[in-house]
């Protein structure tokens, strides 16, 4: 069937590097390409080049669960993601480019008293904040997902918190999306062009060296995920961030049973069912530093036991396959989009196992940061100051299974 399909026009050229740019972005993910488009879109900034040390889309954007959300609690991160599921709702129109978008809800299981407390409370925040939320009981969730375990008395399920608008995106479409659109208003995209440099002079930087040779650059923006520990280091900076490894997992095709995403807190687990009928699924991280892109055993039983826990039915599913990819850790789980200590260098990081969704969000912000040097009213507290300062810290980490 293939065949057909010689000739295709590709959907973004293949340039050489130039020898100079006004921005360099390191890292063609999600991030950056979605940085570079809103870059040439909102500012008119085109001379622009995303430098990829492999193929654009084949980190984090290409490896997530792709879920897509704004159920956060603390202020800093409420707007934030707020902001960035309205730029999702309207990016296929925008882009011009069908990435899958289905607002299918998401749906928080919780197990017990304290789980419920919670619960309402980060429905109320949601709603202060001006997205949706709704607390539903035993009897509401089991109408919407029979097949959940409602006989398990270690974990019981007492109800759950749902957001409609939350949903799944096809994540390479994604990343495919803004990079044409980045590429069709004149930013260059270079592929297999690892960044090995940052060249900083009298304390501003001037470039970057790579593997296609030395680029100039005004401004130089890392997006670089799991990574930017070792990119800031080429720019003697040490983050707050450990790089960790997080596995996801996909099941044989089945018939359509999952009509939502859910996440199941106790256990901390999360799972969708894709458009080709595969579950699609994971869990914790593995909990060590690591920069290699495969998984532990024990994370993989973990996962597994959490699954059949709460739906029995999918013990006799055969897992399809699993991978892994490399996590950017800050210490309170929150990221960071800011000016670094250098001049025109700037911090896009940290976003732990939660960046797909804020992809367009991200760029956007990113993007309004590079151009005018001052922080997107969406995105005034993600500071890297406050790992420093102590002041403005934003833990997230008491949200169980909603992180992903
Ligand atoms: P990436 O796609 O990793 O982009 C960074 C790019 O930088 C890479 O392409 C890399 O090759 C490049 N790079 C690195 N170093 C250099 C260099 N020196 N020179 C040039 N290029 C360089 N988030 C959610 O919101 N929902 C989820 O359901 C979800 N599930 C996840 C499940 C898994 C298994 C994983 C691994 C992640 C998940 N995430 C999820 C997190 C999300 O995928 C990431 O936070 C997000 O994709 C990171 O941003 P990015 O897309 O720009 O990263």
Same mark, same amino acid.
């Given at each position: 069937?293939?065949?057909?399909?010689?000739?295709?026009?590709?959907?973004?050229?293949?340039?050489?590097?130039?020898?100079?740019?006004?921005?360099?972005?390191?890292?063609?993910?999600?991030?950056?390409?979605?940085?570079?488009?809103?870059?040439?879109?909102?500012?008119?900034?085109?001379?622009?080049?995303?430098?990829?040390?492999?193929?654009?889309?084949?980190?984090?954007?290409?490896?997530?669960?792709?879920?897509?959300?704004?159920?956060?609690?603390?202020?800093?991160?409420?707007?934030?993601?707020?902001?960035?599921?309205?730029?999702?709702?309207?990016?296929?129109?925008?882009?011009?480019?069908?990435?899958?978008?289905?607002?299918?809800?998401?749906?928080?299981?919780?197990?017990?008293?304290?789980?419920?407390?919670?619960?309402?409370?980060?429905?109320?925040?949601?709603?202060?904040?001006?997205?949706?939320?709704?607390?539903?009981?035993?009897?509401?969730?089991?109408?919407?997902?029979?097949?959940?375990?409602?006989?398990?008395?270690?974990?019981?399920?007492?109800?759950?918190?749902?957001?409609?608008?939350?949903?799944?995106?096809?994540?390479? !479409?994604? $990343?495919?999306?803004?990079?044409?659109? @980045?590429? &069709?208003? %004149?930013?260059? /995209?270079?592929?297999?062009?690892? *960044?090995?440099?940052?060249?900083?002079?009298?304390?501003?930087?001037?470039?970057?060296?790579?593997?296609?040779?030395?680029?100039?650059?005004?401004?130089?923006?890392? !997006?670089? $995920?799991?990574?930017?520990?070792?990119? @800031?280091? &080429?720019? %003697?900076?040490? /983050?707050?961030?450990?790089?960790? *490894?997080?596995?996801?997992?996909?099941?044989?095709?089945?018939?359509?049973?999952?009509?939502?995403?859910?996440?199941?807190?106790?256990?901390?687990?999360?799972?969708?069912?894709?458009?080709?009928?595969?579950?699609?699924?994971?869990?914790?991280?593995?909990?060590?530093?690591?920069?290699?892109?495969?998984?532990?055993?024990?994370?993989?039983?973990?996962?597994?036991?959490?699954?059949?826990?709460?739906?029995?039915?999918?013990?006799?599913?055969?897992?399809?396959?699993?991978?892994?990819?490399?996590?950017?850790?800050?210490?309170?789980?929150?990221?960071?989009?800011?000016?670094?200590?250098?001049?025109?260098?700037?911090?896009?990081?940290?976003?732990?196992?939660?960046?797909?969704?804020?992809?367009?969000?991200?760029?956007?912000?990113?993007?309004?940061?590079?151009?005018?040097?001052?922080?997107?009213?969406?995105?005034?507290?993600?500071?890297?100051?406050?790992?420093?300062?102590?002041?403005?810290?934003?833990?997230?980490?008491?949200?169980?299974?909603?992180?992903?």
């Amino acid at each position: 069937g293939l065949t057909g399909n010689k000739g295709w026009t590709p959907h973004w050229r293949d340039p050489e590097p130039r020898t100079e740019y006004d921005v360099v972005i390191i890292g063609g993910g999600g991030h950056g390409l979605a940085t570079a488009y809103y870059l040439a879109k909102e500012h008119g900034i085109t001379n622009v080049a995303v430098l990829e040390k492999g193929y654009l889309g084949g980190g984090n954007v290409g490896r997530n669960t792709t879920i897509v959300r704004a159920n956060y609690y603390l202020p800093g991160n409420s707007e934030f993601y707020s902001h960035s599921l309205k730029l999702w709702e309207g990016m296929e129109q925008d882009l011009n480019y069908n990435a899958m978008m289905s607002q299918r809800g998401i749906l928080n299981l919780y197990h017990n008293d304290g789980q419920r407390d919670a619960a309402v409370r980060r429905g109320n925040a949601i709603i202060n904040q001006g997205d949706d939320a709704e607390l539903l009981s035993r009897d509401q969730v089991r109408e919407l997902a029979p097949f959940l375990n409602f006989d398990n008395n270690r974990f019981p399920i007492m109800g759950g918190l749902m957001q409609r608008r939350a949903g799944t995106a096809r994540h390479d !479409a994604v $990343a495919w999306g803004y990079a044409r659109g @980045a590429d &069709m208003r %004149g930013v260059d /995209l270079i592929q297999n062009c690892e *960044v090995t440099g940052i060249d900083v002079e009298n304390g501003k930087v001037v470039g970057v060296q790579t593997a296609r040779g030395p680029i100039r650059a005004r401004k130089v923006a890392l !997006a670089a $995920a799991g990574r930017s520990g070792q990119v @800031a280091a &080429m720019a %003697g900076l040490t /983050l707050p961030i450990e790089s960790h *490894v997080l596995q996801a997992f996909v099941s044989e095709g089945l018939k359509p049973i999952v009509d939502h995403v859910i996440t199941f807190a106790e256990g901390h687990l999360y799972i969708s069912q894709s458009d080709k009928g595969g579950l699609v699924f994971g869990s914790y991280l593995d909990f060590y530093s690591s920069y290699a892109a495969r998984g532990n055993l024990p994370m993989v039983e973990h996962t597994m036991e959490s699954f059949v826990a709460m739906v029995p039915a999918v013990s006799k599913a055969r897992l399809l396959r699993s991978w892994g990819g490399i996590m950017d850790m800050t210490p309170d789980g929150s990221p960071i989009i800011d000016h670094s200590p250098i001049d025109g260098l700037y911090l896009n990081c940290g976003w732990c196992y939660g960046g797909f969704k804020a992809t367009p969000g991200s760029g956007h912000v990113y993007a309004h940061l590079i151009a005018t040097d001052r922080p997107h009213g969406a995105a005034t507290k993600l500071k890297l100051d406050r790992f420093r300062s102590g002041h403005g810290l934003m833990d997230e980490e008491g949200t169980g299974a909603q992180h992903n």
